[in-house]
């Protein structure tokens, strides 16, 4: 299994940025996949998923209306994920990763990779 994420950076307030994460090695369709965020002294946080049980898509109350998830599937087992994040705030400052929650919305995960980092500053 592999899930790399790439696109981080540093923006500045009300900036935008595009996260990319390949996926790889695994049944996709049998997999919710989606974006969790750590921050340093904060608790991991889930901020974007989509479902693989109805492709439903949910979103973190911090980031709804700023971000937006999507995947392009190259076939069963090889896609990639991403995450438009725009009106990005300094709170949003954090290492970001793909991972495969059990559940939407669940702070619980199969799978993650190495995230990459998006500083969000002036």
């Known amino acids: 299994v592999q899930l790399q994420a790439s696109g981080g950076g540093l923006v500045q307030p009300g900036g935008s940025l595009r996260l990319s994460c390949a996926a790889s090695g695994f049944s996709l369709d049998a997999y919710s996949i989606g974006w969790f965020r750590q921050a340093p002294g904060k608790e991991r946080e889930q901020v974007s998923c989509?479902?693989?049980?109805?492709?439903?898509?949910?979103?973190?109350d911090s980031v709804r209306g700023r971000f937006t998830i999507s995947r392009d599937d190259e076939d069963d087992s090889r896609s990639t994920l991403y995450l438009q994040m725009n009106n990005l705030k300094v709170e949003d400052t954090a290492v970001y990763h793909c991972?495969?929650?059990?559940?939407?919305?669940?702070?619980?995960?199969?799978?993650w990779g190495q995230g990459t980092l998006v500083t969000v500053s002036s």
């Open positions: 989509i479902s693989s049980t109805d492709g439903s898509i949910y979103y973190a």
């Open positions: 991972a495969t929650p059990i559940v939407c919305a669940v702070e619980e995960y199969d799978y």
